[in-house]
């Protein structure tokens, strides 16, 4: 029977078995990887330091190689452009009245170009780490590689964008269909009404004053900004939820396509396959990054205490001076930068969670350290 110590000592990675070992060509600029195969399944010690060690690495990486911000700077005018698109099908839509098959077309076309963008910047954030060979990375060279994997990109897109519409189809049937609306109050509190009732409050709703956003001086109608912010925002936030969830699900597709130059199929057998074993990782890495985000978040209440625009109903009858806008537009820019440096750490930490499950490697270790 196996000690209880013996355990231990497997659970906290100190067996004194080596590891089984072998080594494997990987086709592209790894040549010789050790693969471990005595891996835990999936929730061990070991591998939730594994994905926290991945985001710390990620950090490192970033900081190092400060070119690979334009990938952030370009990840943020997509997820604009999204929030356009979003408000200017809303703007058609209300004068045009399209049937639901011509929303679920407007949806998908929307999606799919706003995924295909974040992929292909995904693929090439990978490769520009995994090519640079002497001084920082370069951001150009591993978009011009991403070139070569357009045509899985573009599936992939497309098959990620059909699963995002069906996961909110299913959202909205549970929460307004089969939900008790005696529990209606969770969707206050973790849904997309949660997102509604903040952005109209002090600082998201930085003016309170929605002369300025629903009437143009000399025309008389509703302002273009009303239709992008807050309701074209509000729906990408929405978009950003069902991405993150389902890039967490499958975070090795593209590693497998861009690194190894596997099909479509075998990467996302693979991907599944590589989350068994490192699922807890991956989870802990997310929650990681996001209890960051978080805490930058959270911290539109200091501002909302500090100015005493606690009560949104406020919204109608109080207007800040301009050291309050001001302060508002600072943080919410601030709030803004911080999301999309994480999400381009996040990015990082992929490629690191995914060579750390191949060699059984802590991300960041430079392979004279490993776990089992």
Not at 328 to 344: G, K, M, R, S
Request: proline share 5%; hydrophobic share 50%; net charge neutral.
């Amino acid at each position: 029977m196996t000690s209880v110590l013996e355990i231990t000592r497997y659970w906290l990675g100190l067996c004194r078995k080596p590891p089984v070992v072998r080594t494997m060509e990987t086709g592209f600029c790894f040549p010789q990887e050790s693969t471990c195969e005595g891996l835990p399944d999936g929730s061990g010690p070991g591998t939730i330091r594994r994905g926290i060690g991945a985001a710390l690495s990620g950090m490192r990486t970033l900081n190092q190689n400060r070119q690979l911000l334009w990938f952030t700077l370009l990840a943020g005018l997509v997820l604009a452009g999204n929030a356009i698109g979003h408000a200017a099908f809303r703007y058609i839509n209300r004068t045009l009245q399209p049937d639901t098959t011509v929303l679920y077309i407007q949806d998908f076309l929307l999606g799919f170009a706003t995924l295909f963008c974040l992929v292909f910047l995904l693929a090439g954030l990978i490769l520009s780490i995994s090519l640079k060979k002497e001084g920082p990375a370069s951001c150009l060279e591993g978009l011009y590689g991403a070139k070569k994997y357009l045509k899985a990109i573009l599936i992939w897109s497309m098959v990620l964008a059909l699963a995002g519409m069906l996961l909110d189809r299913i959202y909205v049937y549970v929460t307004f269909i089969w939900f008790p609306h005696e529990f209606g109050f969770l969707n206050n509190l973790f849904g997309s009404g949660f997102f509604y009732s903040t952005i109209f409050q002090f600082p998201f709703n930085w003016t309170l004053d929605w002369d300025m956003l629903t009437e143009i001086p000399g025309y008389g109608g509703r302002s273009l900004l009303l239709w992008v912010y807050p309701f074209g925002l509000l729906e990408t936030l929405e978009f950003l939820v069902l991405t993150l969830l389902l890039f967490v699900l499958t975070p090795f597709v593209v590693p497998l396509v861009v690194l190894e130059q596997k099909n479509l199929r075998e990467a996302v057998v693979g991907s599944f396959a590589m989350m068994k074993k490192t699922w807890a990782g991956v989870v802990a890495c997310a929650l990681f990054l996001g209890v960051i985000v978080s805490g930058v978040f959270v911290m539109h209440l200091l501002i909302q205490a500090a100015s005493g625009i606690v009560n949104p109903y406020q919204t109608v009858i109080f207007h800040p001076p301009g050291t309050w806008i001001a302060l508002a537009l600072l943080y919410n820019i601030a709030l803004l930068i911080v999301a999309f440096v994480v999400a381009t750490i996040g990015g990082i930490a992929v490629r690191d969670l995914y060579l750390s499950a191949k060699t059984g490697l802590m991300p960041g270790s430079a392979g004279t350290e490993s776990h089992h």
